[in-house]
């Protein structure tokens, strides 16, 4: 009798668990944000390039680098954690001149998934 009572539940769980799926999947380290902004021509240099992303990082793990319009890196040192936000990423930099640059983004969050992306910024003359 319990069996028989079992039995309309198990699909049901079957369905419930395969929805629980994607929402696991999707909990990836995008880039929410990023100071300079994505894209933004900036009137004076950054000495540090700042990244958000929407989970929270392995710091350690993560990659950033940051190129000139020639192709040389202009971060310095290694990626660091903030230890207050553990979904941010500080860059140190170089001094930046005027000009276009490019970084190139590696990011593992706490879940071990890797994701990855590329901006421009601008250091306006
Ligand atoms: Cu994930």
């Not at 994505?38 to 680098?65: D, M, S, Y």
Request: charged share 20%; aromatic share 6%.
């Amino acid at each position: 009798m319990q069996n028989q009572m079992l039995r309309p539940i198990l699909p049901m769980l079957a369905v419930a668990l395969s929805l629980t799926i994607p929402s696991v999947a999707f909990a990836h380290a995008f880039l929410r944000s990023a100071e300079p902004a994505v894209g933004a021509t900036v009137k004076t240099a950054p000495q540090n390039l700042t990244l958000n992303f929407t989970e929270r990082l392995e710091a350690e793990f993560c990659r950033v680098e940051v190129t000139d319009a020639q192709g040389a890196r202009v971060d310095q040192g290694r990626v660091q954690g903030d230890p207050s936000d553990g979904k941010r990423l500080i860059v140190p930099l170089k001094p930046l001149k005027p000009g276009v640059y490019t970084v190139i983004w590696h990011a593992v969050s706490v879940d071990t998934h890797k994701t990855e992306g590329r901006f421009r910024f601008t250091v306006a003359q």
